[in-house]
């Protein structure tokens, strides 16, 4: 997939994570989808398969009354890109380490993209 494509549809699938349309992202996904989520150094959330990734999806878009990703940097090699991250979202209810409704979280972050079929087919977030 030439990079302009990746980039596209990468910032489309941003635009509907950051306006919580799951089915809009779905849309973007390869069936066989694998995402992973990397906190810390460890995997702390991990799927396979479009419907475990909407499930994931649906719950996280629960947690937060407002979210904003925005990327600051691209990086391509081959049907991969490496995107830099800024986060920045509200919490829309208590959460089991502490953190309180309306709690405002800041982080840096970054996500590798990889595409296979004209479709995202693997998300890594890294934070």
Do not use: W
Request: glycine share 6%.
């Amino acid at each position: 997939m030439n990079p302009m494509k990746m980039k596209d549809m990468i910032e489309e699938y941003v635009r509907l994570y950051n306006s919580f349309d799951v089915e809009g992202m779905v849309a973007l996904l390869h069936k066989d989808i694998e995402f992973r989520n990397n906190s810390s150094g460890s995997v702390d959330v991990e799927t396979k398969g479009i419907e475990k990734f909407r499930e994931i999806a649906e719950q996280s878009k629960s947690l937060f009354s407002y979210r904003c990703q925005t990327i600051v940097g691209y990086s391509f090699e081959d049907d991969k890109v490496q995107v830099e991250i800024d986060y920045e979202g509200i919490l829309a209810k208590d959460l089991p380490n502490g953190m309180k409704a309306g709690h405002r979280i800041h982080m840096k972050g970054s996500s590798v993209f990889a595409f296979r079929d004209d479709k995202v087919a693997v998300i890594e977030d890294y934070s």
